[in-house]
C-alpha cells in the first residue's frame, strides 16, 4: 500500500508539471508580441491573440473588436501620447473599432483578464490611417514601424486591411 502510494505521489510530481506546461502551451501558441525600441531605450510592446478568426471573432463595423477573443495588452515603460492623450507608463487594453472607412484605436486601463471593455475607462483614442495590404494576412497581424525618434506607429493587418496610428515618447 505504502509503495502505491508512494508511486502515485513520486508520479504527480513528474505529470502534473508536463500537462501544465502543455496546456500553457497551447495558450502560448496563439499569442504573439510585437515591439518597438525608442532612441533612448525606452520600449513599447503590445501583447495579441493571432489564433485563427471564427465567425465570432469577425470584426463588425462599429463595434468593438476582440480578435482572438480577448483584448490586446499595451506595455510601456514610458509615457506616451496617443492622439494628443496622455498615457503613462504602465499596462493597458488596447480594442479596436472598425468600419468601413475609418478604424479607431482605443487604450483602456482595464486590464483584468476576461473583464467586458467599460467605455468609461478608455484613457485614449485614436482614428488610424488605413490602407489596402496586398497579401492579406489569414489572422490578425500586428507590428511596430520606428517612424521617428520618438514615435512609433502601431499596425494592424487583417484581411486586406492595413490600419495605422502613431504612439509618441513624452
Same mark, same amino acid.
Given at each position: 500500500?505504502?509503495?502505491?502510494?508512494?508511486?502515485?505521489?513520486? #508520479?504527480?510530481?513528474?505529470?502534473?508539471?508536463?500537462?501544465?506546461?502543455?496546456?500553457?502551451?497551447?495558450? !502560448?501558441?496563439?499569442?504573439?508580441?510585437?515591439?518597438? !525600441?525608442?532612441?533612448?531605450?525606452?520600449?513599447?510592446?503590445? %501583447?495579441?491573440?493571432?489564433?485563427?478568426?471564427?465567425?465570432?471573432?469577425?470584426? %463588425? =463595423?462599429? %463595434?468593438?473588436?476582440?480578435?482572438?477573443?480577448?483584448?490586446?495588452?499595451?506595455?510601456?515603460?514610458?509615457?506616451?501620447?496617443? =492622439? &494628443?492623450?496622455?498615457?503613462?507608463?504602465?499596462?493597458?487594453?488596447?480594442?479596436?473599432?472598425? &468600419?468601413?472607412? !475609418?478604424?479607431?484605436?482605443?487604450?483602456?486601463? =482595464?486590464?483584468?483578464?476576461?473583464?467586458?471593455?467599460?467605455?468609461?475607462?478608455?484613457?485614449? %483614442?485614436?482614428?488610424?490611417? #488605413?490602407?489596402?495590404?496586398?497579401?492579406?494576412?489569414?489572422?490578425?497581424?500586428?507590428?511596430?514601424?520606428?517612424?521617428?525618434?520618438?514615435?512609433?506607429?502601431?499596425?494592424?493587418?487583417?484581411?486586406?486591411?492595413?490600419?495605422?496610428?502613431?504612439?509618441?515618447?513624452?
Amino acid at each position: 500500500m505504502r509503495v502505491t502510494i508512494c508511486f502515485a505521489f513520486l #508520479l504527480s510530481l513528474f505529470v502534473f508539471p508536463i500537462v501544465v506546461a502543455a496546456q500553457q502551451g497551447d495558450a !502560448d501558441a496563439h499569442t504573439a508580441t510585437a515591439f518597438c !525600441d525608442f532612441t533612448d531605450n525606452q520600449e513599447v510592446s503590445i %501583447r495579441y491573440s493571432n489564433a485563427a478568426a471564427t465567425p465570432k471573432d469577425e470584426p %463588425r =463595423n462599429g %463595434r468593438v473588436w476582440l480578435p482572438g477573443g480577448s483584448a490586446m495588452t499595451l506595455f510601456t515603460g514610458v509615457g506616451l501620447t496617443l =492622439n &494628443n492623450s496622455t498615457i503613462p507608463a504602465g499596462a493597458y487594453s488596447v480594442y479596436v473599432i472598425p &468600419n468601413k472607412k !475609418d478604424w479607431t484605436l482605443i487604450v483602456n486601463k =482595464n486590464v483584468t483578464p476576461g473583464a467586458a471593455y467599460d467605455e468609461k475607462q478608455d484613457i485614449a %483614442r485614436s482614428p488610424m490611417e #488605413l490602407g489596402e495590404v496586398d497579401s492579406p494576412p489569414k489572422q490578425l497581424q500586428v507590428s511596430f514601424a520606428h517612424s521617428a525618434p520618438k514615435q512609433c506607429s502601431i499596425r494592424l493587418y487583417y484581411g486586406k486591411t492595413g490600419a495605422f496610428a502613431d504612439f509618441k515618447e513624452q
